[in-house]
């Protein structure tokens, strides 16, 4: 396992806009799947988004053409970016990094969303 950074989650309005991070310390980026996945109060923890390590993206129906996933292999970040956001987002949200059978995740960061 490797350890994972998130930052960014807080407080939005709903509407708004936020922009998650997932920094990945002691490796590289470049040898990673990444995941996103949210657990919403009282739900299980579901995934949002993907991305491969080339580059290929993948999205839950519940965020298709409002979130986008990225990466800066140069940077060892993962970014997810949340648009127009609703209070069914309101979640921790956890970063997932695979490399073929290591599975690591990031502590998890709260996002809100409301007004």
């Known amino acids: 396992q490797v350890p994972l950074v998130e930052s960014g989650g807080g407080l939005v309005q709903p509407g708004g806009s936020l922009t998650l991070s997932c920094a990945v310390a002691?490796?590289?980026?470049?040898?990673?799947?990444i995941r996103w996945h949210r657990q919403a109060p009282g739900e299980q923890r579901h995934e949002v988004a993907y991305?491969?390590?080339?580059?290929?993206?993948g999205y839950a129906d519940s965020v298709q053409g409002r979130f986008t996933i990225s990466r800066d292999d140069s940077k060892n970040t993962a970014y997810l970016q949340l648009n127009s956001v609703k209070s069914e987002d309101t979640g921790v949200y956890y970063c997932?990094?695979?490399?073929?059978?290591?599975?690591?995740w990031g502590k998890g960061i709260l996002v809100i969303v409301s007004s």
């Open positions: 002691a490796s590289e980026l470049r040898f990673f799947e």
């Open positions: 991305i491969s390590r080339t580059g290929n993206r």
């Open positions: 997932h990094a695979q490399n073929y059978d290591v599975h690591s």
